[in-house]
């Protein structure tokens, strides 16, 4: 079993400043896949980035950036120059490659952007 | 590039009656996923079909079936609605050669059961 965990409810940030969300999980396996997805009001869920536990690179995705520390089992999303459309709802998803296409979901961080 | 969608957008049905929502992938996919998304928390994963089989299955009851026709297009059948079925139903597809492929959501449809 996986378990994903984003511990914080909700998060603010200042236009054009910066804002990390956080995110954890749990899972025996080796070979997985994580994602950050963003979910405004019109409740479609968009991918922001993915990233490949085998790869060591940190992915990077425009204003969007990872920071994957695969032995403390983190994965926190960077939002640089944050822009007021960057407000929504942000869950973090990990995919086992055993285990199929599989998504589990952490509970979602709300984030703010004051203009 | 026709994107994932989903039909009906919004639908209110009352306790014990039976809903069918429907799901059309995104082109070049032949997986299609479903999740349960209550208010306020992630998307849980109900099941997963691919070649008109279910292949994966979430912790929900017998209630929640579905089906996958020629054409990767896929339903989502709940019998004997419970107050506890309101939701956002999500609908993801991707590409079942790719392993662990991105899956991309459609727009979801809001039951509400009363």
């Known amino acids: 079993a996986q378990t994903v965990t984003q511990s914080q409810p909700e998060m603010s940030v200042q236009e054009a400043e910066t804002v990390t969300l956080s995110c954890t999980y749990d899972?025996?396996?080796?070979?997985?896949?994580l994602f950050w997805y963003k979910q405004p009001p019109s409740r479609q869920m968009i991918l922001v980035i993915r990233q490949e536990a085998y790869k060591q690179q940190n992915a990077t995705e425009n204003r969007f950036s990872v920071n994957f520390q695969k032995a403390a089992k983190s994965f926190s999303l960077k939002i640089s120059d944050s822009q007021l459309g960057d407000a929504a709802m942000y869950f973090c998803?990990?995919?086992?490659?055993?285990?199929?296409?599989?998504?589990?979901f952490g509970g979602g961080t709300r984030v703010l952007v004051k203009p | 590039d026709a994107g994932v969608t989903q039909s009906p957008t919004h639908l209110i049905k009352t306790r014990g009656q039976q809903v069918t929502l429907r799901c059309s992938p995104k082109?070049?996919?032949?997986?299609v996923s479903w999740y349960q998304q209550a208010l306020g928390q992630g998307p849980q994963f109900i099941f997963q079909?691919?070649?008109?089989?279910?292949?994966q299955r979430g912790n929900f009851p017998d209630r929640f079936s579905g089906h996958q026709f020629p054409n990767y297009s896929s339903e989502l059948n709940v019998n004997a609605l419970l107050l506890g079925d309101s939701a956002l139903y999500l609908c993801a597809s991707s590409l079942r050669l790719a392993g662990a492929d991105t899956q991309y959501f459609g727009p979801g449809t809001r039951l509400t059961v009363l």
């Open positions: 998803a990990a995919c086992l490659r055993a285990a199929g296409n599989k998504l589990t």
């Open positions: 079909y691919y070649e008109e089989e279910e292949r």
């Open positions: 899972t025996s396996e080796s070979d997985y896949y």
């Open positions: 082109s070049g996919h032949d997986t």
